[in-house]
Every structure is written in C-alpha cells, then in structure tokens.
C-alpha cells in the first residue's frame, strides 16, 4: 500500500517536475521545478531499495547541483528580462500549432507501438511480494575498495581535475 | 534499537493484541493502517513539540541576551514573561502580508514552505530515544545532510523572489555560506561514521556509552577538535552569530527575509529556530553520547529485575531517562549557541570564507585522517582504554 | 545488516505533508484575520527610504560560482567516502583495515593536492588581488603615452 504512495508520488513529483523544466520560460522557476523533478527521482531510488544512492542523488543533486545552477544563473543576472541587448528572445518558444498537434501524434502512435509490443509480457505479469530491503550502503563500500578500488581512487583524480578547472576558469584574466 | 517507533511498540504484546482486535472489528488486515496511524501520530507530536521548541527558543534567546546585557527581558506576558512568543505568533497572523510589486510571486510564497520542508523532514531521523526514533534510516545521517541543503535553497530563493536589493545580497551570502560550511561538517560527519560503522544514527549512538568518558567527543584527541569543527560550522549553517551574515542588520537590513512580513517571517523564523535544534541534537548524538544513559538505566532492565515491575513499564520508564538524557545535552548545546551569538561580535564576509575554507576545512581533512589512523593503530579503542592498557602493562598486567 | 520494508519512509512523507499543510493552514489563516490594504509605497521594495532603482537581478560576481563548484567536488567526494567510511570498523576487526587505510589516504591525500593548488594560488580568497603585475603597469603606462 504504502509502496505504491511513495512510488506514485515520487513519479509524479518527477514527471511533471520534468514537464514544468520543459515548459517554463522563466530560468528560476524551472531551476526549482528541476528540483522537484531530482527529489522524485531520489524517492524512485528509495522505493526500488536503493537507499544509499536516493541519499546521493538529495546531496550531490538537491543540494549541490541545483544551487550550482541557481549561481550560474545568477551570473546572468536572473531572468528580469526574456529577451537580450539585441532584442532577440532569450529562451525561444519551440512550439506551435503544427508541432504540437505532430507531436501529440506521434506519441500517441509511439505509446500504441510500446503498448502492443508489452501486452504478452504485461498478462503474464503477476506481482510479487517486495522482498526485504537491507542497507547497500555497507555492499556498495564493500565493492568500492575490493572490486572497484581502481575506479574509486581514478575518481578522486577526476575531483581532482574538477577542482583545478573550477579554480582555474573563474581566476581573473590578466592583460 | 529498533527501526522505527512501529518496531518499538511491535514489541509489546499489548500493541499486538490492539492491532489483532482493530482487524478482527475492521474486517481487514489492519496492521498496515495502524503502522501510518502511529507514524502520523508521532510526527503530528514531534513537529509540535518542535514548533514549541522553536517557541521557546525565541523567548529564551530574548531572556538569555537580556540576562548578558543586564536587562529585563520580556516579562508582561504570562508568567516571566513565558507566552511572549504566543503573542508574538498571534501578532504575525494578524499582520499584513505585504508583497513587494516587483517580486516573483510564486517564488516568493514557495521559499518558506522550502525552508520549513527541509527542516522537518530532518525531524525523521532524529534520534529522541532508543524507542521515539521516527525512523532510524539506514542512511540517516546522509539523508539528514541532503534534505537540510533545501533550506539553503530557501534561503537563496527567498532572497532572489523579494527583487529587492539587501534581500538578494542576504540570499547569495546566505547559500553560499551554508553551502561551504557544509564541507567541514561533512567531513567531520564521515569522522563519526568512520568510528561508530554505520550512517544511521542509531549506530552512532549504541557505540559510545553513557558515561563522559565514553562519548565520542572524549574519545581520541581528534573527535575532540572534531566537536568545535562541527559547532562552528553549524552555527555557519544556521546563519546564527557570528555567522549571521546573511541577516546582518547593521549592513542588509534584514538580509533574505527583508521584504517578508507578517505569518510568512513568522514562518523562516521557525524554521530557523527549529534547525538550531535539530542540529543540536545531531551534535549531541554524534558526540556526546546521545540518549544514552549512565549504568544502562535507559533500557529498563534494571527496573524490571530491581524493582519488580512488568517489562512494559520497565521499558518506558528507561525510554523516559533516555529522552531526558537527550534534551538536557540538546537544549545545554542551544543555550551554547544562543550565548556564542550574544557574546562574539560579527565577522566580515571575507573572514567567513576564509575560516571555512583555510582553517575548518583543513582541520577537519587532517582529523579525518587522524581518525583512521587512529581507528587502525589501536582497533577503536578510545584514548581512555588504551592509557589503561599502556598503564597496566608498566604494572605487569593487572587486568 | 537489519532487512528493512518501505515503511521506514513513512514519517519522511508524512513530516513533509506536515510542512505543507502547517504553511498552508497558517498562511490561509492569516489570509482571513489580516487586514488587506495594498499601496504602491507599501509595495515597493525597501530601500531605507530611497526610491528604488533599476531591479536586483543583475549579475552576480563569479565567486559565487566558484565557491559552489568547489562545494560540489567535496560532496561528490563525501558522497563516495561515506560507504567506505561505514565498513571501516568491519574491516579493521577482521585484520584487512590496512587496505582501507591506504586507499582511503590515497583518495584524501590527492583532494589535499588539490586543495594546496588552489590556496597557493590564491583561489580559496575571497577577495580577490586584482592588481597587474609590474609589466603590465609599465605596459599600460607606454600605451598611455604613445595615446
């Protein structure tokens, strides 16, 4: 019962945060509609077990990416106008009449496709019980330094360069 | 520990036979329904109990400054004063809501409601008691760091939505500060996780004991910086002085919350207070040892073969012990931060960067080592154990 | 390692429903006891007095950016330590914590490489020396004077 609440919520928080990105015109409100749309994806994770990495994706994503964004947006000085110096709108609308009513087709007939393709396998699909979930935190460190030991110090060179090139592109250029 | 407050009634039989009656009178299996009626219930407690701290804590940061500054302090309303912050809450509902014509409005109404979904959300893992635990989440430290950073995007977008000046300023400073600041006390988080062996903080505190000795701030030499690490970058996290910048009356005005009046101030106001708490608490139980209580008292056995008492009551009279050994360190570690503001005067903007990133980072980068060579050197034994140890052997080993 | 159901993330959605509802209620509340007179001086942002000028959404200095793109490498960093952090004690108890040990000093030790870089070359300041070096001055100073 309460799987099914979680995972709806968290599908819907993420689509139509998704959708609301696409739509929005203005910069800040789709950087925060972005951040619905990573919390949903965060509790998809929960609901599939994985626990450590639905706490990643709050941390690194939620909290770090998106006030990234809001910086670097920032740097532009927000969204007070929606059209630059020359006049020319900053962010174009992408769609009209024709696209839409081509793409509201092709969905339809894309989903029919899908649909028809999954119906054997969806009749045969009975649900099961969710199994008990442990923690992966402990598996995933685990692996980290038996199995992925290479990857998990190679990445620290590749924070490193993240580093450097955050450090070295806001330095103030001289001459 | 149990997994969550469910799991703790779980135990007791009468808490089986309510469930076994509801579903035989319902006609369905009912356990699923209680589960979400004792977890709302709890939470419903919580956040009031919370909502009340937050209270609280304004009237007793008025009372404790006015104490350090030799003055009276709120005194008319209630008993010393005591329903000051009743009035004061009464007083916002009854302002008006002012929104400023330029601001983005749906932005502006979003980035409280941030604020105060953050902070509560931080309340699930907060660890009461062994047993007043909303949750204890596998990942709860972890998660408690990734959805405390909405309050720093509150912050900003309170800043950025008011379209007036000091708000902005307050805003960028504000995320930007709390942002940083989280870097040492991540770091010094993963310190702790290193010692105890676990991200949940039911871990952190079954593996230090209930004696000052056994807490991990008294632990080895690090944890011990470790502790001042971590305070000062939550009082950073929480814009509390002398990190107050974002809030800086003498140069923004009123920083992020400038253009907010009436109920929606009232409600970054609680947030505010609310997140003093909720970090205290996490200090405390990263550190000082939690809910844990001297001689075992807090799981009840004692009262149960002593005393003679029935296991239930046994139990819940240590679960009593155990969230008063929590709320005493908690609310000695607000009283620590409300005196810190009122005593130190306010840093530069420049010096909170450097404080961050020259010294607490630094400092934290080289605890995190010395933890885990301490951890490897003397297999987790804390500095008390292994001076007994070293102690012994000169006296031929008296064991 | 205890097997948990999705219970446990119960009071998370709860707490946050809380939030919502305590806003919701308190802001509708408020919305029927307060008095509701708006003017344009009232409405305008707050600037000590002073007719405000142009709008606050200009561009911010770069710094922000930077400190925010330096956070992210430690969170990504914390994010990848964390695990490995909570295993330790497993490891050491089972006589392997010497493997841990150096692949963790391995991975700090190169974050500490970048961290020196940075501060020797001055980009942990936050105010920045923006001044020119001496031939530079001297350069600007020719160019003035040929002007």
């Known amino acids: 019962m309460f799987e099914n609440t979680l995972f709806f919520l968290s599908a819907a928080l993420c689509i139509i945060g998704a959708a609301g990105v696409v739509f929005s015109k203005n910069l800040m409100h789709a950087c925060v509609l972005l951040l619905a749309s990573l919390f949903g994806v965060a509790g998809l994770y929960a609901v599939i077990g994985a626990d450590f990495l639905a706490a990643s994706q709050l941390v690194i994503y939620a909290g770090g990416v998106v006030i990234l964004m809001l910086f670097a947006v920032m740097l532009t000085g927000g969204s007070s106008e929606n059209s630059n110096k020359f006049g020319i709108e900053k962010i174009p609308g992408m769609g009209s009449t024709k696209t839409y009513v081509f793409a509201g087709f092709s969905v339809l007939v894309i989903s029919f496709t899908i649909l028809k393709l999954m119906a054997n396998f969806m009749k045969s699909y009975t649900k099961g019980e969710l199994p008990a979930f442990s923690s992966t935190v402990e598996k995933i460190g685990t692996l980290l330094v038996t199995d992925h030991v290479l990857a998990f110090e190679i990445s620290s060179i590749l924070l490193l360069g993240a580093l450097v090139g955050a450090a070295v592109i806001a330095r103030p250029r001289k001459g | ?57 304004t ?49 502006f109404n979003l980035a409280p409601l941030l604020a105060l979904i953050g902070v509560f959300a931080t309340l699930a893992v907060l660890p009461f008691s062994s047993g007043l635990t909303l949750t204890n989440l596998n990942i709860g430290v972890f998660y408690l760091i990734g959805v405390s950073s909405l309050v720093g995007v509150a912050v900003f977008l309170g800043g950025y939505s008011a379209n007036s000046k000091w708000s902005m300023l307050g805003g960028m400073r504000g995320a930007s500060q709390i942002i940083s600041y989280e870097v040492p006390v991540t770091i010094t988080i993963l310190s702790i996780v290193l010692m105890s062996g676990g991200l949940s903080f039911g871990s952190f505190v079954e593996s230090q004991g209930g004696f000052p000795h056994q807490w991990f701030i008294f632990h080895n ?141 630094p400092i934290a980068l080289f605890n995190l080592v010395g933890i885990t060579l301490w951890v490897f050197a003397f297999d987790g034994q804390s500095i008390w154990e292994v001076l007994s140890h070293m102690g012994g052997g000169a006296h031929g080993g008296g064991h | 390692m205890t097997s948990y ?43 000590c007095g002073e007719d405000p000028v142009g709008t606050a959404w200009s561009n911010f200095n770069v710094r922000f950016y ?41 991975f700090i030790s190169v974050l500490v490489f970048g961290i020196i870089y940075c501060w020797s070359k001055g980009d942990l300041d936050w105010v920045r020396s923006f001044q020119l070096s001496e031939d530079q001055v001297n350069q600007l100073k020719g160019s003035e004077e040929k002007a």
Not at chain 2, 84 to 96: P, R, S, T
Not at chain 2, 263 to 275: H, N, P, Q, S, T
């Open chain 2, 1 to 57: 520990m149990s997994l969550s407050i469910n799991d703790y009634l779980n135990q007791f039989e009468a808490h089986q036979k309510a469930i076994s009656f509801i579903s035989e009178l319902l006609g369905f299996d009912a356990s699923g329904l209680i589960t979400f009626l004792v977890f709302a219930t709890a939470a419903f407690v919580v956040v009031n109990v919370m909502a009340l701290i937050g209270g609280l804590g």
């Open chain 2, 59 to 107: 009237y007793a940061e008025r009372k404790i400054s006015a104490d350090i500054q030799l003055r009276q302090g709120p005194n008319r309303v209630g008993p010393y004063g005591l329903l000051q912050f009743l009035a004061d809450g009464v007083k916002m509902i009854m302002k008006e809501d002012i929104f400023p014509a330029q601001a983005d409005r749906t932005l």
């Open chain 2, 221 to 361: 030499p690090f944890t011990f910086i470790g502790f001042f690490v971590f305070f000062i970058g939550m009082l950073a996290e929480t814009n509390r002085a002398p990190f107050d910048l974002p809030e800086a009356e003498s140069e923004l005005v009123s920083g992020y919350h400038t253009e907010y009046t009436g109920m929606r101030f009232g409600l970054f106001a609680l947030a505010e207070y609310i997140e003093v708490f909720v970090l205290c608490g996490v200090a405390a139980a990263a550190f000082l040892g939690g809910y844990k209580v001297p001689f075992d008292l807090g799981n009840g056995v004692v009262f149960v073969e002593k005393l003679g008492l029935p296991a239930i009551i046994g139990k819940n009279i240590g679960q009593v012990l155990q969230l008063g050994s929590f709320l005493t360190k908690t609310l000695f570690l607000y009283y620590v931060v409300i005196w810190v503001r009122w005593t130190f005067p306010r840093i530069r903007v420049d010096q909170v960067m450097t404080i961050c990133w020259k010294y607490l980072t």
């Open chain 3, 5 to 47: 159901t999705l219970d446990v993330y119960m009071p998370v959605i709860i707490l946050m429903a809380l939030a919502v509802g305590l806003v919701v209620v308190s802001v509708f509340v408020a919305q029927i006891l307060r008095p509701f007179k708006p003017n344009a001086l009232k409405e305008q942002a707050y600037e």
């Open chain 3, 66 to 106: 930077v400190v925010s793109l330096i956070f992210i490498v430690f969170d990504v960093e914390g994010a990848l330590m964390f695990p490995v952090a909570a295993i330790f004690r497993k490891f050491v108890a089972i006589g392997e914590g010497a493997v841990l040990v150096g692949s963790l000093l391995v």
